[in-house]
């Protein structure tokens, strides 16, 4: 009995360094997007899928007044001090802004000519 009692505490010691491999899962469900439909001024539309993440949106924009059509745009987001503010300045010519707050989205567009178009937007 006095020799089980010695090894007891060796083996507690041994138990605690022990480890197992560790384990990874992969998640068995995709992300789903959430997706927003606009009603904006000057007859537009605006129908925004954002990645599950917030990261990105895709959007497809109509806006007559600036001959946009079913127009495909895909957003970065961006900094902003409130709401979620989501950028395309991939084209150095055209600079698309889309910036939410609540049940509200402004978009913006800026021409390298110093044009700026800019419309309000409700779910």
């Known amino acids: 009995m006095k020799k089980l009692l010695a090894v007891a505490p ?3 010691l041994l138990a605690a360094c022990a480890t197992s491999a560790p384990t990874t899962t992969t998640p068995t469900t995709n ?3 959430v997706v927003q439909s606009f009603t904006c001024e ?3 539309q605006v129908t925004a899928a954002y ?3 917030g990261q990105a949106a895709n959007l497809n924009v109509t806006l007559p007044k600036v001959g946009l059509t079913n127009a495909k ?5 961006a900094v902003s001090g409130s ?3 989501y950028v395309n300045d991939v084209n150095p010519k055209t600079t698309y802004d889309w910036h939410t707050k609540a049940d509200f989205g402004i978009m913006t567009i800026k021409s390298d000519n110093g044009q700026e178009y800019q419309v309000n937007c409700k779910l």
């Open 10 to 12: 060796f083996a507690v």
């Open 42 to 44: 000057d007859n537009g």
């Open 51 to 53: 990645t599950a993440n």
């Open 31 to 33: 992300p789903q997007q």
């Open 73 to 77: 745009i895909t957003m970065k987001q």
């Open 83 to 85: 709401g979620a503010r």
